[in-house]
T-cell receptor, first 115, second 114 residues
């Protein structure tokens, strides 16, 4: 079965600083990978996804992520963080199972942005 | 942009009572998911529908939880009886096809069991 590990529970960055959130996955074949963002008390919104092709993917709100097969990683990055980026970020892996795709989420990284 | 609708937004109940949550996915989305999110954790899949059929309910506590999507459109998740450990956010999501691509999430139902 597939799994996702987000090693950082909580990260604090200064506004304007760069950001990298770590994600490691476990899956025997080529995975589908996602990053979602969740504001307090809300549902999740897709930031970006990787299915195949270019290993550097661009998403909404200035985020990007790089798929590294050798490291089983899919880290999320942003060059300059804005106060509005404070939220919880979830990495997820999609894997084929019985003719359909099952999406498994990590435990999340809560981002705090300080002035 | 079309949204996934969920109700109620909040639900407070006493243990041993029955509760029900409703979800209306984006029109035309064949796949519907119910996730449970305990505070401080990631969403955990409870049940996944393809049209009106259940394709995955391996993590659904079937002794107390039930889910249906009778006409392949909206869906109801029920808990009977509720237990203290059921307190969580219940999220509904939908996608166009069984090969997820992108999941669209509703705002969730926050359940508190007293």
């Amino acid at each position: 079965a597939q799994s996702v590990t987000q090693p950082d529970i909580h990260i604090t960055v200064s506004e304007g600083a760069s950001l990298e959130l770590r994600c490691n996955y476990s899956y025997g074949a080529t995975p589908y990978l996602f990053w979602y963002v969740q504001s307090p008390g809300q549902g999740l919104q897709l930031l970006l996804k990787y299915f195949s092709g270019d290993t550097l993917v661009q998403g909404i709100k200035g985020f990007e992520a790089e798929f590294k097969r050798s490291q089983s990683s899919f880290n999320l990055r942003k060059p300059s963080v804005h106060w509005s980026d404070a939220a919880e970020y979830f990495c997820a892996v999609g894997a084929q199972s019985g003719g359909y795709q099952k999406v498994t989420f990590g435990t999340g990284t809560k981002l705090q942005v300080i002035p | 942009e079309a949204e996934v609708a969920q109700s109620p937004r909040y639900k407070i109940t006493e243990k041993s009572q029955a509760v029900a949550f409703w979800c209306d996915p984006i029109s035309g989305h064949a796949t519907l998911y119910w996730y449970r999110q305990i505070l401080g954790q990631g969403p955990e899949l409870l049940v996944q529908f393809q049209d009106e059929s259940v394709v995955d309910d391996s993590q659904l506590p079937k002794d107390r939880f039930s889910a249906e999507r009778l006409k392949g459109v909206d869906s109801t998740l029920k808990i009977q009886p509720a237990e203290l450990g059921d307190s969580a956010m219940y999220l509904c999501a939908s996608s166009r096809t069984v090969n997820n691509e992108k999941l669209f999430f509703g705002s969730g139902t926050q359940l508190s069991v007293l």
